[in-house]
């Protein structure tokens, strides 16, 4: 979607150099829908540009609908609701992308928005004096893929899983197994 947006903004300059509008904006929105039958991807960019051109939305969307037209990524624009616009892509942009996907393997979509930059990601952390529930193991999944995905985007990441092995519990616990050691010793307690 990256460079779909940045079709968008260059063609929001365009038209701002065209004096067709008078704002550039890049705080809208470009994404898959929730429903397929609204396109590939949608955006609201004509309803964000309504607010600052003090126009209609619609009117917006339809100017820019027509120059969303003319990209070569683009089958069908369409004009939804409000201002929203829908767009479907030709299918050779699904086939580049399947072929990228094939080339790059697993480095497919790795970003490098950390520059290597160092994070610690510690989770779990169960405490080994009670017992282990279902939130130790959400736990466990939620902090490995949170710190897969850091991995991914760039940042230099180490997982930590801290034994809780200090503090009044441990030394309770270390107490009374070596008391209860002694006793099975015969020692009396």
Same mark, same amino acid.
């Given at each position: ?7 968008? +903004? ?14 550039? /904006? ?5 994404? %898959? ?7 590939? !991807? ?6 964000? +540009? ?26 069908? /624009?369409?004009?939804?609701? %409000? ?9 050779? /942009? ?19 928005? =950390? ?8 989770? !779990? ?11 130790? /193991?959400?736990?466990?999944?939620? =902090?490995? !893929? ?26 309770? +616990?270390?107490?009374? !197994? ?12």
């Amino acid at each position: 979607f990256k460079q779909i947006f940045l079709l968008i +903004l260059s063609k929001l300059d365009e038209l701002k150099q065209k004096s067709i509008i008078n704002t550039s /904006v890049e705080n809208f929105i470009l994404e %898959p829908p929730s429903n397929r039958a609204y396109g590939d !991807v949608y955006t609201n960019v004509a309803m964000v +540009l309504a607010r600052y051109e003090r126009k209609n939305s619609i009117e917006i969307a339809e100017i820019l609908a027509e120059e969303f037209e003319l990209f070569n990524e683009i089958a069908k /624009v369409e004009i939804a609701g %409000p201002g929203f616009i829908n767009m479907n892509f030709k299918i050779e /942009v699904w086939h580049r992308i399947l072929k990228q996907i094939n080339e790059l393997k697993t480095e497919f979509g790795t970003l490098n928005i =950390g520059n290597n930059q160092a994070v610690n990601v510690e989770f !779990v952390s169960a405490n080994p004096t009670g017992p282990l529930h279902i939130g130790h /193991v959400r736990g466990a999944i939620f =902090g490995d !893929v949170l710190a897969n995905l850091l991995k991914k985007v760039g940042y230099q990441t180490t997982k930590e899983y801290y034994i809780n092995d200090a503090g009044t519990q441990i030394d309770m +616990l270390i107490r009374s !197994v070596y008391l209860r050691y002694k006793e099975a010793l015969g020692e009396k307690i």
